[in-house]
Every structure is written in C-alpha cells, then in structure tokens.
C-alpha cells in the first residue's frame, strides 16, 4: 500500500501562486510515476502533470505547461507542484496519485491522496 497526503491548497487571485505537495509513505519503491490530476463538479479527473521517481523528465497538460512545475524530493518521499500564473480556470480539486505507468490516464494510477482545494479569484 502507499499512502498520499496533499497539502497547500487554498485561495489566491487570478496570477497568483500556489505550491501543492504530496507527501507519499508505505511501498512507494512500488510505484513508477507520481501525478499531479485535478476535478471540478462539471469535469472527469483531468490530468495535469507527471514525473518518474528520480527522473526529472516530466509531462504537462497543454493547459499547464510554461506556468506549472512538478518537481520531488526522494529524500523526503514528496512530490511538488509549484503553480504560477494560476487563473480562475484552474479553481479544481487537485490530487495526487501514484502508479505503475507513465499515462495521462486516471485509470492508470493506483493510490490516490484525499485531494485540496483550490480556488483562483477573477
């Protein structure tokens, strides 16, 4: 089992900043890719962004790209997705997830975190 812990959501204006983390305990020497998706009530899962554990060639969303980074920390087992830019369209629930397979797929991710607001003022 792996568990997910997210934390550093919260609400900022439109161009601001957020910082989310991710912090992942239990076997993760099991999982392949660590994942950043995001849901609001009117869309599916979408995905955001993903890296290897202990690569550093990760994939965005067209949506994120040039505004989000993920990056991790293997010494503290922690994932990050510093966020600029943020516009009222990025207001979602975010989650992290941990899997198996390199994919832009919610289904291809395992264990999932409890997810954390985010909310972006026009």
């Known amino acids: 089992q792996v568990q997910l812990v997210e934390s550093g959501g919260g609400s900022v204006e439109t161009g601001g900043s957020l910082r989310l983390s991710c912090q992942a305990s239990?076997?993760?020497?099991?999982?392949?890719?660590m994942a950043w998706f995001r849901q609001t009530p009117e869309k599916e899962r979408e995905f955001v962004a993903f890296?290897?554990?202990?690569?550093?060639?990760?994939l965005y969303a067209d949506s994120v790209k040039g505004r989000f980074t993920i990056s991790q920390d293997n010494a503290k087992n922690t994932v990050y997705l510093q966020m600029n830019g943020l516009t009222p369209e990025d207001t979602a629930v975010y989650y992290c997830?941990?899997?198996?397979?390199?994919?832009?797929?919610?289904?291809?991710?395992?264990?999932w975190g409890q997810g954390t607001q985010v909310t972006v003022a026009s």
């Open positions: 997830a941990s899997g198996n397979q390199l994919s832009r797929a919610p289904d291809a991710f395992t264990y």
């Open positions: 239990g076997r993760t020497w099991r999982s392949t890719a």
């Open positions: 890296i290897p554990w202990g690569e550093n060639n990760a």
